[in-house]
């Protein structure tokens, strides 16, 4: 297949050393009617098809896959220039790599010479996995409300499914992000047997009071659009306007004040003029107009809500302790790295600790990186080559050989 | 007249001592076609109607008049019961006092038997005083997004006018808080000669970009909304669920993270499934919910669209300094209190001590107290008791009578 046109070649372009090149998106029936996939909350799902990318290959012994969890609006397609995206109408993926390009290929962190990255669409999103624009086989007709609530939990299960088809028992690290990072957290308590190291970056175990309250307002935005129709808007208007004002108001949380003083601060707009009324006009205005238009471009409504919904849901503590953090973290069996970042207030650091701390309670090594970063939630992506080299050393050291025991120190100790 | 059937007779109700009791809001016409109102932004606005309350008696000497400016959905009915609140439909006013009811009373930090306590509703407001939903004299019928667009600046000229129609010639002292607070910056720079105290609680000389961003959200979301008409939506449905969605928002910017864990957490409100769908389900949400929809009982849309635009417009450097902040308070005359509160994010204490700074680079006298509270940006509302205790001792002091000299302390010293 000829490859497509518009294509950046500087470095890290498709053509790059260190680029896993152009990507193809597969997709497997992963459950279907004699064997559906049961879920959290209750019920089946059947059929479930799931969109995946693999970089790197499968060694012999089977003891070199990593899997990668992606973040509430993000997809499958981590690494690489997208070979299909004009076919499919993911144009937007022309203009950039996958969404971790920084830190996956040829010698990077998850060095696809070395690894077998695996990274798959998840359940109820509009990336290629069976998601509320799927057909539901009830009906006839796409999904919609109808879809069933999904977890993370659902997720992982999925996403162990995946790895059995792939002939991947054992994983030699999971790890993701945000929302990802919940999924990683889930791996290490749902499978212990399965997950030799995990990697945490910018999650908790649960998402604050704050946060339920901010998805809140974004599913608020969607629902009362006058196009929404109860999530049965397909084939006619979306719910455009709603879903750009919550991923404007999402976007926001993914900033830190001081991160957004930075780059915008009250400046104005190029070609806007001062004072003039309500049109956006301050450059952080302009910005957030456009990260909502460029959104509902490409993402499905109906799957924000699903994906906020699951992301309010998860907690580890009431699903593998009965409430209790530490209790849910003696589960784990994996090396754990948790990282988070100094401004990041959707996760921020102490929360992260939190879960760090529950680890450790329990005997169980763990290591708890906290990056000072002006970026804001979006450090995890944003603070690529921090981040490439907090994994990389993990990845690679060999497990640790002295235990965990008391700490004597007092003061600064994350023991305490 | 008959009092209201429903009032509490709790402490601090209509009849308890250090209540100013029933009261009766006023209104005065402040500009007409011979005398109209310049605007900053340009041009001119006639009538002007206000709306105001006072609350005890100016002094034979003119000299103990004190001005409180309200925030961006506040109202002149600062204290007391609203005598009124059945006949003019403003019921929820039956259920609790004035705003700042805390504060202002006999015997309370605003002592009403010693001062004269004045608060207007700014122009543009929804309240009594002029604003988009009255009669545009060049069409006969709602401003809507006719209206002009007003300042700061525009509001505290206002002011002045009804100083002026009061009697009032110089401010025992003006305050406020969040937007109120720079109406307060606005008079310590506008009319240096006309105040003697000025306190600034959870305010800056302007607001951040993340305050831009959040604000851009919230008009979106009523913009968009499909009863928003252009503005033009009087005599119909009005374009609540934008309007709802836009406070929902902002409420959270009012709270902070601690608190809302503190206050909500993760808890599933009283009555609600759990896990059951997109309904609110946690406190939080429910909270929110309420929050939206008592809004849209008591606010007027295209009021929020335009009071919003004046607190994105406020910068007290640019207004005053040419960019410079030090500048700009180099007009400050009136011995000056800031307040800021540990966990607000929507005026942070960096942001309000950097005011606080800026004119201390003056060597004018300046009292900063950072407040330790979980309350966020509403607690300059609900740390009521720390506030009364601050007001009132900044409130009866004499004049410093030590000018500012540059400190040699090294560390925590505002000075630095």
């Known amino acids: ?20 090149g152009w990507t193809h998106a597969r997709s497997v029936r992963l459950a279907d009617a004699n064997n559906p996939l049961p879920l959290e909350i209750g019920g089946n799902i059947a059929p479930v098809d799931v969109e995946y990318e693999t970089y790197g290959r499968l ?32 144009t937007w993926r022309l203009r950039k790599p996958g969404w971790w390009d920084a830190v ?15 990274c798959s669409n998840v359940l109820g999103s ?64 749902a499978f212990p047997e399965r997950v030799r190291k995990c990697i945490v970056l910018a999650a908790s175990a649960r998402l604050s009071a704050q ?4 998805n809140a307002v974004g599913r608020h935005a969607v629902m009362h659009d006058p196009d929404f129709h109860g999530g049965q808007y397909y084939g006619r208007s979306a719910p455009e306007d709603g879903l750009a004002a919550a991923r404007m108001l999402a976007h926001i949380t993914y900033l830190s004040g001081k991160g957004m003083d930075a780059k915008f601060g009250r400046r104005i707009q190029e070609g806007a003029r001062a004072r003039s009324g309500f049109d956006a006009e301050f450059q952080v205005e302009s910005y957030l107009d456009h990260q909502g238009r460029a959104f509902v471009e490409r993402f499905d409504a109906n799957s ?14 009431t699903r593998w302790g009965g409430g209790d953090l530490v209790q849910a973290c003696s589960r784990v069996r994996a090396q754990l790295l948790t990282v988070s970042f100094s401004s990041d207030w959707l996760y ?44 990389r050393g993990f990845l690679t050291v060999a497990p640790p050989v002295t235990s965990v025991s008391r700490c004597a120190r007092r003061g600064g100790c994350l023991c305490r």
Chains 1, 2 share one sequence.
């Open 1 to 20: 297949m000829a490859t497509p046109k518009r294509q950046r070649r500087e470095p890290g372009g498709p053509e790059s050393p260190d680029s896993v």
């Open 59 to 90: 060694s012999a012994a089977r003891d070199n896959a990593i899997l990668v969890c992606h973040a509430l609006s993000g997809d499958a397609h981590v690494a690489g220039w997208d070979a299909d995206a004009q076919q499919t109408g993911r």
């Open 104 to 118: 996956v290929g040829p010698g990077k962190a998850l060095d696809t010479d070395r690894y077998f990255v695996v």
């Open 126 to 189: 509009c990336y290629g996995t069976t998601g509320p624009a799927s057909t539901d086989p009830a009906s006839g007709r796409p999904y919609g409300l109808d879809f069933p609530l999904v977890t993370v939990s659902d997720w992982v299960q999925l996403q162990a499914r995946l790895l059995d088809f792939l002939g991947v028992g054992e994983l030699h690290a999971v790890l993701g992000g945000s929302l990802g990072g919940q999924q990683a957290i889930e791996w290490a308590l």
């Open 211 to 214: 946060g339920l309250g901010f």
């Open 304 to 317: 924000y809500l699903y994906i906020t919904r699951a992301m309010d849901y998860y907690d580890a503590a």
């Open 348 to 391: 921020p650091p102490d929360e992260c600790r939190e879960f760090a701390l529950a680890v450790m309670r329990n005997r169980i090594p763990v290591t708890y990186v906290n990056v000072h970063s002006d970026y804001g939630h979006d450090a995890f992506l944003v603070e690529a080559a921090t981040v490439e080299r907090v994994l």
